[in-house]
T-cell receptor, first 112, second 115 residues
């Protein structure tokens, strides 16, 4: 049972480049979320999804897109990377029964 | 607006001493409440959670937390800290009617343990 798998683990982008952070879960959870973690700011919610085909914005959605075509996958797209998007990104899959969130190991993104 | 505040950014305690990490939230109703721990370079692990019922909840690794509605607080405690408890701790709150999977995190508290 892999849980939540995030790829890649590390990435360096140039300003203006686009990329997709992948997130997959094998627990059949309806709810999934993306967070970014920055020093002193905790985890801030970027986007979340309550099921396939349904997504909504979190606290800091600007510059990011998401889609949820299947229950398993919830990719996060950076449309035009900016240095302010340098961060560690975490994907979470949430058990709807007891609201426990399971986190991936994170993606460390640097935008130069 | 919904918010979660962890007033202490950094706490240092001696090994064997007791620990209390503070968490306050702002929300009109009783939310779901969680504490997570993050070791360096790792993801987050759930320590404990509160939904309803007994306001004192027990978690893993000897941690407990108490929900106080009147203070909008959910403080984490441990009677005797071990060196392996050094990590960053996050309080999180689930908002929305029913379960939307939307969690808001506090800023985190870094715990340092002195030998």
């Amino acid at each position: 049972n892999a849980g939540v798998t995030q790829t890649p683990k590390f990435q360096v982008l140039k300003t203006g480049q686009s990329m997709t952070l992948q997130c997959a879960q094998d627990m059949n959870h309806e709810y999934m979320s993306w967070y970014r973690q920055d020093p002193g700011m905790g985890l801030r919610l970027i986007h979340y999804s309550v099921g396939a085909g349904i997504t909504d914005q979190g606290e800091v959605p600007n510059g990011y897109n998401v889609s949820r075509s299947t229950t398993e996958d919830f990719p996060l797209r950076l449309l035009s990377a900016a240095p302010s998007q340098t961060s560690v990104y975490f994907c979470a899959s949430i058990d709807g029964l007891n609201t426990e969130a399971f986190f991936g190991q994170g993606t460390r993104l640097t935008v130069v | 607006a919904q918010s979660v505040t962890q007033p202490d950014i950094h706490i240092t305690v001696s090994e064997g001493a007791s620990l209390e990490l503070r968490c306050n939230y702002s929300y009109g109703a009783t939310p779901y409440l969680f504490w997570y721990v993050q070791s360096p370079g790792q993801g987050l692990q759930l320590l404990l959670k509160y939904f309803s019922g007994d306001t004192l909840v027990q978690g893993i690794k000897g941690f407990e937390a108490e929900f106080k509605r009147s203070q909008s607080s959910f403080n984490l405690r441990k009677p005797s800290v071990h060196w392996s408890d050094a990590a960053e701790y996050f309080c999180a709150v689930g908002f929305g009617s029913g379960n939307t999977g939307k969690l808001i995190f506090g800023q985190g508290t870094t715990l340092q343990v002195k030998p």
